[in-house]
Nanobody
């Protein structure tokens, strides 16, 4: 099994930046993909960014250029740098991992963290 724990959530003003981290533990060597998702109140969970075991990244089209996903060399820590934040970025952000593929589809992910709340004020 794999455990994921997010950190770095908080409140910032619009235009600011925030970096989230996700620490993975357990059988992490089997992971094919790590990703970030978010869920705003009253909305569906949506994919934000993902990185696969080859280091290839993918992003939600609407977030390209503002969000950057990265992974440390041992691939046990995932980060999401968020820049020029907007009030509509307010959401619970979840770290997720998959054993077989690297979609930005919540239904496909095998493991989930409990989430980190990000609040952007105008």
């Amino acid at each position: 099994a794999v455990e994921l724990m997010e950190s770095g959530g908080g409140s910032v003003q619009a235009g600011g930046s925030l970096t989230l981290s996700c620490a993975a533990s357990g059988h992490t060597s089997y992971l094919r993909c790590m990703a970030w998702f978010r869920q705003a109140p009253g909305k569906d969970r949506e994919g934000v960014a993902a990185i696969d075991s080859d280091g290839d990244t993918k992003y939600a089209e609407s977030l390209k250029g503002r969000f950057i996903v990265s992974q440390d060399n041992d691939k046990n820590t995932l980060a999401l740098q968020m820049n020029n934040l907007k009030p509509e970025d307010t959401a619970m952000y979840y770290c997720a991992a998959d054993l077989a593929e690297c979609p930005l589809a919540a239904i496909s992910m095998d493991y989930w963290g409990k989430g980190a709340l990000v609040t952007i004020s105008s």
